[in-house]
């Protein structure tokens, strides 16, 4: 039996409209799509805005915008893009300003292309957010705590910041090296820097807008809006993935350190597929290592085996390999972690463990999470009352007909679809529990 949702949900969305400012200018706008993403990936957008002003008896049918285009589009210089949408009272061209709307997405152009046959000009975009993942370290900041670092990130992005941990105090970049084991941060870009920050912070760290926004996990709760989708509402089209043993969005890590050694073990694990999972191990081990940042001599060695599902019996050769290295590099044990970028990923510190101690442990973890783990994929229409909750930190409450699945999901990824002609839509990707390590 197919459950029906509002017969008049796909009709309730056509009268939103949307404007973009472009280089401080003002346009009406066609379409767009809007992808907010987690896990350092970059948001992106694309707009379509008519290419002329107006249809009229001149030149064969139409008359040229008088703007010269050139002015934004061949500046040498940055060209930022301001989408808003929303549902004016007035929804005739004139009849609204972007007062009247909200905004979905700020950022960068990355090109125009220009179709004169379908009166259209495309206009890709990315979030300023990319200026941070692209952005790789430069210089040390140990002597600083986390605040004072966001500060400097956010100053030299261009960005503005918000920064609320509720009242605790920032950690050290001290505190945040030593935990994470880091060596030095020569391969290290902003972003990992920042992840790695709030792991230690509770926090979680994301660019909305022109802001970086950097907040405890207790601030965020009480402040997160909610958007509620149901059936007889909103809902399009949804499915619900649950795993019972070992999901395959899931990627685990426990990081156990030995400060009086100079040891720090990392055991991570996550899918390859069907029925199997990956234990991928790093160790790093210090042998005349005068401080954890900048290390004189140290000694890696890593090793990786694949194991069946119920995490005993070995399915593969395991291979080892070890190097000497002086510091200065990002020697992490987080770069065992970067296998699976676009996984949940769960990260925990635990001192004292050895490197089996760590692989039960991140096996147990991996297991205790998939049994509460539920993945959402819905596609809704945009109503007035959710044009302000269209973004990363947004709770999304499902109301469907089996109760189980009936909780509140964290966006994996957020997608808009506007279209004067097809209406305005959404499509969320999302699980019902936070990762540990969220990087909005």
């Given at each position: 039996?197919r459950?029906q ?10 009268s939103?409209?949307a ?6 200018e003002t ?11 987690t896990y350092?990936?970059?948001d ?10 107006e249809?009229?008896?001149k030149?064969?049918?139409?008359e ?10 061949q ?5 930022y ?5 929303g549902?004016?009272?007035n ?5 609204f300003?972007i ?13 125009f292309?220009f ?15 990319a200026?941070?993942?692209n ?5 040390r ?21 918000y ?19 880091v ?7 902003q ?18 807008g ?31 993935d649950h795993s ?9 890590q426990?990081?156990a ?9 990392a ?7 069907g029925?199997s999972i ?17 290390g ?33 590099k990002?020697?992490s ?19 004292g ?5 760590a ?7 991996w297991?205790d ?30 109301e ?6 009936n ?32 990087q909005?």
């Amino acid at each position: 039996m197919r459950i029906q949702q509002n017969p008049q949900v796909e009709d309730a969305s056509f009268s939103g409209r949307a404007l973009a400012v472009i280089g401080g200018e003002t346009y009406w706008v066609n379409s767009f799509t809007v992808d907010l993403n987690t896990y350092s990936s970059a948001d992106t957008a694309e707009v379509q805005i008519p290419l002329f002003a107006e249809y009229t008896s001149k030149n064969h049918g139409y008359e040229l915008r008088a703007k010269d285009w050139s002015a934004i589009t061949q500046t040498g210089q940055p060209v930022y893009i301001a989408i808003y949408a929303g549902y004016p009272a007035n929804p005739d061209p004139g009849g609204f300003t972007i007062s009247d709307l909200h905004q979905q997405f700020y950022g960068l152009v990355d090109t125009f292309h220009f179709e004169y046959d379908t009166d259209t000009v495309s206009i890709k975009c990315r979030t300023l957010g990319a200026y941070i993942m692209n952005r790789y370290m430069t210089a040390r900041w140990q002597n600083l705590n986390t605040e004072q670092v966001v500060e400097l990130m956010s100053k030299q992005n261009g960005l503005q910041y918000y920064f609320n941990l509720g009242g605790a105090a920032p950690a050290s970049m001290q505190e945040v090296y030593n935990r994470d084991f880091v060596l030095g941060t020569q391969n290290m870009n902003q972003w990992q820097l920042l992840t790695s920050m709030a792991i230690v912070d509770e926090a979680v760290v994301y660019v909305k807008g022109d802001t970086l926004v950097y907040e405890s996990f207790a601030v965020q709760k009480a402040l997160r809006p909610k958007v509620s989708l149901s059936w007889d509402h909103n809902l399009l089209k949804c499915s619900v993935d649950h795993s019972p043993q070992f999901s395959s969005l899931i990627a685990v890590q426990v990081v156990a350190y030995k400060p009086p050694g100079r040891t720090s073990v990392a055991s991570s694990v996550a899918s390859l597929g069907g029925e199997s999972i990956s234990v991928t191990q790093k160790t790093s081990l210090s042998e005349s290592q005068v401080n954890y940042v900048f290390g004189t001599r140290v000694l890696n060695s890593s090793s990786s085996s694949s194991v069946s599902a119920d995490g005993i019996q070995l399915s593969g050769a395991q291979s080892q390999s070890t190097s000497k290295e002086t510091g200065g590099k990002w020697g992490s044990a987080e770069t065992a972690f970067q296998g699976a970028p676009s996984k949940l990923q769960y990260k925990y510190h635990m001192p004292g463990l050895n490197r089996l101690q760590a692989d039960i442990r991140a096996r147990q973890i991996w297991k205790d999470l998939s049994k509460h783990l539920f993945h959402i994929v819905a596609e809704f229409a945009v109503f007035p009352e959710m044009v302000d909750k269209l973004y990363q930190a947004t709770l999304f409450n499902l109301e469907g007909p089996i109760p189980s699945h009936n909780l509140d999901y964290n966006v994996r990824r957020i997608s808009q679809e506007f279209s004067i002609t097809n209406g305005w839509t959404a499509r969320l990707d999302g699980v019902n529990l936070p990762p540990t390590e969220q990087q909005f």
